[in-house]
């Protein structure tokens, strides 16, 4: 379990193909868990008060508030690194040129 460690501290590039995919899980686990969170607030005043219609406003609410948060954090935004902000590591291929 060490060698892993050893390599990302020793300046190894790391695999960037995941990126995408991490941002798409967050932008639907906050949109999911604003849907549930606000649908039971909105379900528990349905039952304190009678009625029948805020549990959908809640899920509406969870919804934009998901969305938002999403936005905030900045997931909706492409990210690419470009060549000239990360040079290629000669030395660490092991060529010998500096």
Do not use: C
Not at 13 to 40: K, R
Not at 65 to 77: D, E, P, S, V
Request: glycine content about 18%; aromatic content about 8%; proline content about 6%.
């Amino acid at each position: 379990m060490a060698e892993p460690k050893k390599d990302r501290e020793a300046g190894q590039p790391q695999p960037e193909g995941d990126g995408g995919y991490n941002a798409g899980m967050a932008v639907f686990s906050y949109i999911i868990g604003g849907i549930i969170v606000w649908s039971l607030i909105g379900w528990g005043l349905d039952t304190l008060l009678k009625t029948r219609w805020i549990v959908l406003v809640g899920a509406l609410l969870g919804i934009v508030g998901g969305l938002y948060l999403a936005g905030k954090h900045g997931l909706f935004t492409q990210q690419r690194r470009s060549a000239k902000s990360n040079p290629p590591d000669n030395e660490a291929e092991g060529d010998g040129k500096p």
